[in-house]
């Protein structure tokens, strides 16, 4: 089962930074931007943590949560989310449960050599729970504004 626009995303549970468990239930009354990427500390990974970082006050605004998302252990994590004074938790997702649920692992080159490896994507989920919007195959530059736009359009009441 994976995710699919307008409709809710499935209840589940997954570690986090600072010893916190995340789940969609807690977060009802909020919107949350999920973003996957592929690896702590490597070059986009940090550009588009740091573009989530620096807007994160605007994100809040919109009552919006950010929450990142790799198979990085919560040790890593912790010291990517340290070294990048990151104000948001990031999720370890070792046994690729969220990834298969919102479908983000696929095949990769590097090198001349394939392997299964996230693709960047982020997800819009509203207060109640249904995904809104999705990213996929994302490109960081001009990413994180265009993800903060749809999250506040979707905040403004109708």
């Not at 995303?9 to 990427?37: H, K, M």
Request: charged share 25%.
């Amino acid at each position: 089962m994976t995710v699919t626009i307008d409709h809710p995303i499935p209840e589940f549970t997954a570690d986090a930074t600072r010893s916190r468990t995340v789940a969609p239930s807690e977060l009802r009354g909020r919107q949350f931007v999920l973003f996957f990427y592929p690896k702590d500390n490597t070059p986009g990974c940090t550009t588009e943590s740091q573009g989530f970082r620096d807007q994160y006050e605007a994100f809040l605004a919109a009552n919006t949560e950010v929450l990142g998302v790799s198979r990085d252990s919560l040790r890593s994590h912790e010291n990517f989310r340290s070294k990048q004074a990151l104000p948001f938790d990031l999720i370890s997702d070792p046994d690729e449960t969220l990834c298969a649920l919102f479908d983000v692992i696929k095949l990769k080159k590097l090198y001349g050599k394939e392997y299964l490896g996230i693709d960047r994507s982020t997800f819009l989920i509203d207060a109640n729970g249904i995904l809104r919007q999705a990213w996929r195959s994302v490109k960081v530059p001009g990413h994180v504004e265009a993800v903060l736009e749809a999250a506040q359009t979707l905040n403004t009441p109708t």
